[in-house]
């Protein structure tokens, strides 16, 4: 079992930047593969970023260039630094934790109701 806590969101001005946090405990396997999605107001899910244990990170479209996703193997810490961010990034940021497949199916996977475990996510609020 993963347990997993995000942090760091919070309200920022549009053109303004945050870092997320998101701390795994419990069992990581060596094959894992984590990242971030998005829950907008209706619950609708979207793709952030990805990296696998091989360190090879995915992103999505949107978030190339503004978003970088990293893993501190050592402490267990995903982090996601976001910068210029705009309204359309206003959220709920879930970090999610698998095994078994690389950051690029991840990514088309992290939003799904069977990717594996989830945390309860950390408001980000632009304006």
């Known amino acids: 079992h993963v347990q997993l806590v995000e942090s760091g969101g919070g309200s920022v001005q549009a053109g303004g930047a945050l870092r997320l946090s998101c701390a795994a405990s419990?069992?990581?396997?060596?094959?894992?593969?984590m990242g971030w999605f998005r829950q907008f107001p209706g619950k609708q899910r979207e793709a952030v970023a990805t990296?696998?244990?091989?360190?090879?990170?995915v992103y999505a479209d949107s978030m190339k260039g503004r978003f970088t996703i990293a893993f501190d193997n050592a402490e267990k810490i995903l982090y996601l630094e976001m910068n210029n961010l705009n309204d359309e990034d206003t959220a709920l940021y879930r970090c999610?934790?698998?095994?078994?497949?690389?950051?690029?199916?991840?990514?088309?996977?992290?939003?799904?109701?069977?990717?594996?475990?989830w945390g309860e996510g950390t408001q980000v609020t632009v304006s």
């Open positions: 999610a934790a698998s095994w078994g497949m690389s950051a690029m199916a991840a990514l088309g996977r992290i939003a799904q109701d069977d990717f594996g475990y």
């Open positions: 990296i696998d244990s091989s360190g090879r990170t």
């Open positions: 419990g069992r990581i396997y060596s094959d894992y593969v």
